[in-house]
């Protein structure tokens, strides 16, 4: 089984960060379908953060990532077989999720599990980005995160401010099994210089590169649940932590 992952390009890294890169062994992928973000989508998408009701310490950043964001990016629908329950244990334990991939072969940055159900990344050369859900809804989730990325040895450090709007929804496949449709959307904003510098390195293919990292982002879960509900066989090994540590239950 080869696996590969993801060259981490500057914008990569602004918004591929959040959560580790990493790509879909050869074992294939779940369906998705490709999006273009439009104003429209991006006023939708605005529409579903209820700014006022997110926790105080995160209202004032989630507010300027959203209004003033520097880019918003569309992530492409997909739709997947999968057991919901070890979907959503997934959202809720990036780290564990990086662990499975390992114990599959890919290659994945670290995430470490940073207490009060916060999470975080970073490298020796001084980026450190940390990320936590801020609001739940039946069908909705949203990620807020913020902090510092170091692109590169003769770059400056970027700040940086992310809002990732997660929608997802449980169906039937034709067979009667269980189905999770997701989509998400990102709000990144990042100080004028910062902008500047992506507008000058990566042009009009900045937008495109984004949609990339955030289908990564995607990915990063789906491909998980995809592959626990393909080869049940391998579940225990994929799933099962250290001593002590929980693992998803359900169907």
């Not at 602004?14 to 490709?34: E, R």
């Not at 998408?45 to 209202?59: D, N, Q």
Request: proline share 7%; charged share 20%.
């Amino acid at each position: 089984m080869q696996v590969k992952r993801i060259g981490s390009s500057w914008l990569g890294l602004l918004t591929g960060a959040v959560w580790a890169g990493v790509t879909l062994p050869a074992w294939g992928s779940p369906p998705s379908t490709p999006t273009s973000s439009t104003a429209a989508d991006r006023a939708r998408t605005a529409a579903l953060v209820p700014v006022e009701v997110l926790p105080p310490h995160v209202r004032e950043g989630a507010r300027l990532a959203v209004e003033k964001a520097t880019l918003f990016s569309h992530g492409p629908a997909e739709s997947f077989s999968c057991d919901p329950a070890v979907y959503y244990w997934f959202l809720d334990h990036p780290d564990r999720a990086v662990t499975a991939w390992r114990r599959l072969g890919a290659k994945c940055l670290s995430i470490s599990d940073r207490g009060n159900g916060r999470f975080g990344w970073a490298d020796e050369a001084g980026s450190d980005v940390v990320w936590e859900t801020v609001y739940r809804a039946p069908n909705l989730r949203i990620w807020y995160a913020e902090g510092k990325v170091k692109p590169g040895v003769l770059l400056p450090t970027v700040p940086i401010r992310a809002v990732v709007v997660l929608r997802h929804a449980e169906g039937r496949g034709q067979n009667g099994g269980a189905l999770i449709h997701h989509q998400a959307d990102m709000f990144l904003r990042t100080d004028s210089t910062a902008a500047a510098l992506a507008t000058k390195l990566f042009g009009a293919s900045a937008p495109r590169l984004a949609e990339q990292c955030l289908s990564q982002l995607e990915m990063f879960f789906a491909g998980l649940a995809w592959y626990v509900h393909q080869h049940p066989e391998r579940a225990n090994v994929i799933l099962t932590g250290d001593a002590g540590q929980q693992r998803p239950t359900g169907n």
